[in-house]
């Protein structure tokens, strides 16, 4: 079944780890998105790919860093974690442009 | 660029009951969808309505384009209602999704 998987699902780590957020998709879409939401709060995008190799910055800024080596994998990392960065991502692909959207089910994050 | 508000922000209702969420938006829209965010955090597309009227099964959606609003209807409320409802325009630029703060929708037995 086509679909969009983020893991872990729920993360607490230490300030100053480095951590990855995965993301795969079986749908084929060369859109993914990652956005991050505070609780109950509207969705601001981080990161953007159109495809493989393609990787640009959304409107809030991010201390994150995104790669796209593959069209079904693109991972989010943080290079050293703040308790600022606490805060759920959400990845999301879509295949009809800014329709078609689908999502994954979020990774929460808390960094103590 | 465009802004998304919404309205309520909160809103308690008795299972049965009809409710209105609003969606107001600051320029003209080409894409624009509602969301449902269940208490887990699922987001699941419900509609896109740039304009007109849709309906699925006890939702509807209706966008007056010319007057700069959506509504979403939910009638004869379900706990499995609960959640976070968003509306959100499409950029055709970036395909990024611009969503409005959400109005959360509360469905008490």
């Not at chain 1, 805060?87 to 103590?112: D, I, N």
């Not at chain 2, 609003?22 to 699922?42: A, E, K």
Request: hydrophobic share 30%.
């Amino acid at each position: 079944e086509a679909d969009i998987y983020q893991t872990p699902r729920y993360l607490v780590i230490g300030t100053g780890k480095k951590i990855t957020l995965e993301c795969s998709q079986t749908m084929g879409h060369d859109k993914m998105y990652w956005y991050q939401q505070d609780p109950g709060m509207e969705l601001h995008l981080i990161h953007y790919s159109y495809g493989v190799n393609s990787t640009e910055k959304g409107d809030l800024s991010s201390e994150s860093t995104v790669s796209r080596i593959r069209t079904e994998h693109f991972p989010l990392t943080l290079e050293s974690a703040r308790p600022s960065h606490t805060s759920q991502y959400l990845c999301a692909s879509s295949g009809q442009g800014p329709l078609g959207y689908t999502f994954g089910s979020g990774t929460r994050l808390t960094v103590v | 660029g465009i802004q998304v508000e919404q309205s309520p922000p909160d809103l308690i209702l008795q299972e049965g009951a009809n409710s209105t969420l609003r969606c107001n938006f600051s320029d003209s829209v080409n894409n624009l969808q509602w969301f449902h965010q269940n208490p887990w955090g699922q987001l699941i597309n419900l509609f896109y309505i740039p304009s007109g009227t849709k309906q699925n099964g006890r939702l509807s959606a209706t966008t007056v384009a010319t007057e700069r609003y959506s509504l979403l209807y939910i009638s004869s409320s379900q706990t499995t209602d609960s959640g976070v409802y968003f509306c959100a325009e499409g950029l055709d630029s970036n395909y990024q999704l611009i969503w409005g703060a959400g109005t959360k929708l509360i469905i008490k037995p």
